[in-house]
């Protein structure tokens, strides 16, 4: 394939600027609109390998996984880069694309009106036809002077469109998520048993919620345990701290939706609330968009004794990036850190994942040994690649062809562990100076050699 002017023109500036990452994403870039895969992967790794916290780096890897196929993988990378800029027009839009063709309406909905409001530039007519999850404030045509500012709603001329937070259905339970029996076992103590044994706890002087916070790399499974805490207690009201629902572009408006969304679930209780990637909010590194009077708000709403009845579930990527106060016993009285899943845990989740598909000659245990550091959406990714071999073969058999180990071993050399333990290497700095937030993290680096 003959190599256009401006690729070759990049390849030779960046002979003389090797350092320079965004002329190599630009490149990068070009090599995808050329389908030129491999060449665009090699230079999107060389920047992430200096900065693993590149976020147009990990859009650009994102969108190679896509153009290769690997959706799960692309939604995997862009939830990270969402974690890191929860402001990003383009993550948003990119998201509500892949969650779309997963057949995820609700959730593409979602975040196409986030990146819709973040730029109204954007427009896919697609997208634009599902039905609308957030309410809208529309602007009226006889509308000519922007509305003021104000410093509380009641000082406001204008009444806007209360936003209605609704509770959400999970599908998953326990027994779909593998390992953290711990974290089964206190959430079980904290709902799970009061609901059925109400005068036990009445003789104890124990109420029923709590909170607890999650922390770990991205893809070990937080989220999706709380969604399985939601799915354990089907009649309980689940809710869920969107942050595109929360903020307002007025000012007090803010703080009032995150108040009425706490006062929603208390009214509801017993119920759960969940704060996910809360370091969005409550961040030292929060996007500046983010007014500081919201996190001091947050603090105010989480304080245990204001919360009967209520189980608060908080998950970070980053907790070294949170205020130290909002992680005071006051608020979250139990920390837990969520690592990647060990050897046999490995084992048991490729055995759930792997169950339904024709298979032969597998060793779950032989893979779990070839998948250290994985994380678990890692493995499911691997486990997905895997099967687009097989289902290739099979297209062109006409026949059904089993998964094989050679079909890992394919999906092995192709799909690399690339979360953990660049997250365990920048942890462990932050673990050192504040042992008494890290204890279970600085007991795993102990036994776990990172080199």
Known sequence: MKENSLTKGLETALLKNPANHPLRLLLASEYLKENLLDRAIKHIQFVLEQDRNSVPALLALARVKESQGSRSEAIVILERALALQPKNADIHYLLSQLKLEEGLQEEARSHYEAAKRLNPEIFDPLLDTLPATIPQVTETPEETEPRKKFDSPEESEWDPEEVSFQPEASSLHFSDVVGMELLKRDVRLKMSYPLKNKSL??????????????????GCGKTYFCEAVAGEQPTIPFYRLHLEDVLDSYTGLSEKNLVDLFEQAKKDSPSILLLDQIDAIAGTKKDQFIPQTLFIKLLQEIEQDRNQGLLILGTSNQPWTLEESLLSASRFERIYFIPPPDLKTRQQFLEMLLRAKPQKGLLCLDLAKKTSWYTYAEIKV??????????????????????????????????????????????????????????????????????
């Open 201 to 218: 706890y009445a003789s104890f002087h124990q109420k029923i919620g709590g909170s607890l916070f999650l922390y770990g790399p991205p």
């Open 382 to 451: 691997l486990v997905e690649r895997s099967s687009e071999y097989a289902i290739e073969e099979s297209l062109e058999a006409q026949q059904i062809i089993s998964i094989t180990m050679e079909h890992f071993e394919q999906a092995l050399a192709e799909i690399f562990p690339i979360s953990a333990k660049p997250w365990l290497k920048e942890a462990a700095e932050y673990a050192e100076k504040h042992p008494e937030f890290y204890k279970a993290l600085l007991a795993y680096l102990e036994i776990h050699q990172l080199d």
